[in-house]
């Protein structure tokens, strides 16, 4: 039942966090387009790893100013939830869209060979 709980929380976590990095006012973070893709709370509820993607923006500046207004969020998110302790957060950034991209990309690139002419030449061959 643990499992359940813990899945529970991941959601609403990241729900919260959604509304709370419109309020963010570090112009790294409020001027680039995040999306919170999920989040993963440790059994003990002390640590939270917070995955994200990025549309525009520096990478590498969007990270830095999520690691600078952690413990605005995480005040946030202790007032918005009600559990007993709020989760340090750390943020890695999801590179699974811009992979899934990638992938869908490749395989609307192959080009398919009729299957029509295959069936033709064995039908030739059986007569």
């Known amino acids: 039942m643990a499992n359940y709980r813990r899945g529970r929380i991941n959601d609403e976590m990241q729900k919260e966090l959604a509304q709370v990095l419109r309020d963010v006012k570090d112009p790294r973070v ?15 509820l002390k640590f939270a790893k917070v995955y994200y993607s990025a549309m525009t923006g520096d990478k590498k500046e969007i990270a830095k100013g999520l690691k600078s207004s952690a413990g605005y969020i995480r005040r946030q998110l202790a007032q918005n939830l009600n559990l007993r302790m709020t989760p340090e957060l750390t943020f890695f950034e999801d590179h699974s869209i811009a992979h899934g991209a990638h ?19 064995d039908g030739e061959d059986s007569q």
């Open 30 to 44: 409020s001027e680039a387009f995040i999306s919170i893709t999920a989040v993963d709370v440790t059994p003990d």
């Open 103 to 121: 992938i869908s990309k490749l395989l609307n690139s192959i080009e398919f060979a009729p299957e029509t002419e295959e069936t033709e030449a």
